[in-house]
């Protein structure tokens, strides 16, 4: 094991003081140091490919190494940018990439983790990325020989290697710059407010992380069989799904999508807008934060999501944060004949004892299909 600091200043000496990435809940203690150390000197991106575009842009201003932080989950974000960009066959770009390693075979782990976390080298080495495997049993002098090794390896190619890190690499580090609640609904209050209002046969598309979790709960404790789709992998795309669902089906389809992951792919917004479904409703929570991997933040609370939805084509755009907002804006967004877009203000605060699907993919998948195509 490693404490984020002692990490963090072995890549300074390095002279690696440029961080950006997407956040990983394996990689939470390392992220919260970098945000209350690096401070100017660190980026979240929107998506991981945006990362390595990012790490490009400050080598080419700097000539300086960057380094990348990501779960393993955004590998296919970065194929594109590393392999058409950064490769030493193209532009020659150095830079650290630092991998969460969820799904690692033999460590219990989420359906949507296990393949990604078995064929995970495998990518790296297809991509002729070098790489180190950081283990939790480690010492930190073996932590820092690896971190040293790849270091020179980048140098020396003038290329993208990485390190690969196991669970519980990285020793606790308690964050100073703790958020601040500023809206008075949490996500689960706002959600189970949206699903006693709309019609009980909606098909809900719901988003990755806490908020498929605390969708599940509610029909777990309701035991209820309803269409719902849980993105349990796949961040960013809830609402393309929900969008692909619509285009066949008359019945009400709501995709309920969180802040980070709208920001991950948002063009699909303007794609959302100009299919203008009738049946299609967008509801985003924005609680500022990537919340399910650690609450580190995203732009939300900067932007206007609904102003953007607006400006991207969607016929009726709200905004709600309190209890009878979000009742009047969800029987609004239902009654409107056209895409629609409400955006809900939430504070961060899931509860730690949330449970996760019993049922596999496979299964809920069938139980979806079973009911939507009757
Ligand atoms: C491509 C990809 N990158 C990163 C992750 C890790 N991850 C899971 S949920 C999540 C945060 C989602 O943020 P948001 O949509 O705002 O929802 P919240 O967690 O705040 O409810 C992240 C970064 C992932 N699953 N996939």
């Given amino acids: 094991m490693i404490s984020p600091k002692s990490f963090y200043e072995h890549l300074l000496k390095h002279d690696i003081s440029f961080f950006t990435g997407v956040p990983d809940s ?30 490009i842009g400050y080598y080419l201003s700097s000539n300086k190494v960057p380094m990348i932080y990501l779960q393993n989950s955004g590998l296919g974000n970065i194929i594109n940018p590393l392999l058409s960009l950064a490769d030493k066959d193209v532009y020659s770009i150095p830079m650290l990439l630092v991998i969460g390693w969820r799904g690692k075979p033999g460590v219990k782990d989420e359906p949507q983790h296990k393949k990604q976390g078995r064929v995970m080298l495998n990518m790296l080495k297809s991509m002729e990325i070098e790489f180190e495997i950081i283990r939790n049993s480690d010492s930190q002098d073996q932590i820092k020989t690896k971190i040293n090794r790849m270091v020179e390896r980048i ?39 949206i699903l006693e209002n709309i019609r009980k046969d909606s098909i809900i598309v719901s988003t990755t992380g806490f ?39 008359k019945k009400e389809v709501i995709c309920l999508d969180g802040d980070g992951s709208v920001l991950m792919h948002m063009g ?14 967008h509801i985003v929570f924005n609680n500022g934060a990537h919340e399910s991997v650690g609450n580190q933040p995203t732009v939300g609370f900067d932007i ?8 991207s084509g969607y016929s009726l755009t709200l905004r709600a944060h309190t209890k009878t907002q979000v009742i009047k804006a969800v029987k609004k967004i ?21 449970s996760r699907p019993d ?14 195509n009757k």
């Fill in 304 to 311: 206007d999501m609904s102003m953007i939805a607006k400006y």
């Fill in 334 to 354: 239902l009654n409107h004949k056209g895409t629609a877009f409400l955006e809900v203000l939430v504070k961060s605060n899931a509860r730690s004892d949330l």
């Fill in 359 to 372: 049922k596999t993919p496979i299964e809920n998948k069938k139980q979806l299909m079973s009911l939507i």
């Fill in 26 to 55: 394996l990689l939470k203690n390392l992220c919260f140091y970098i945000s209350d150390h690096a401070k100017k000197r660190h980026i979240i991106a929107a998506n991981e490919g945006n990362a390595i575009a990012l790490a």
């Fill in 268 to 281: 699909s917004l303007a794609i959302n807008a100009s299919i203008n479904k009738k049946n299609y409703k």
């Fill in 155 to 193: 140098k020396i190619q003038k290329m993208p290697c990485a390190v690969v890190i196991e669970k519980d690499v990285f020793k606790k580090y308690n964050k100073i710059n703790k958020k601040r609640f500023r809206y008075e609904l949490s996500r689960e209050d706002a959600l189970h407010i």
């Fill in 211 to 249: 908020t498929s979790r605390e969708l599940y709960e509610y029909r777990k404790n309701n035991c209820s069989r309803n269409p719902d789709f849980y993105t349990v992998g796949g961040m960013g795309h809830a609402s393309q799904i929900a969008l692909g669902i619509s285009i066949n089906k």
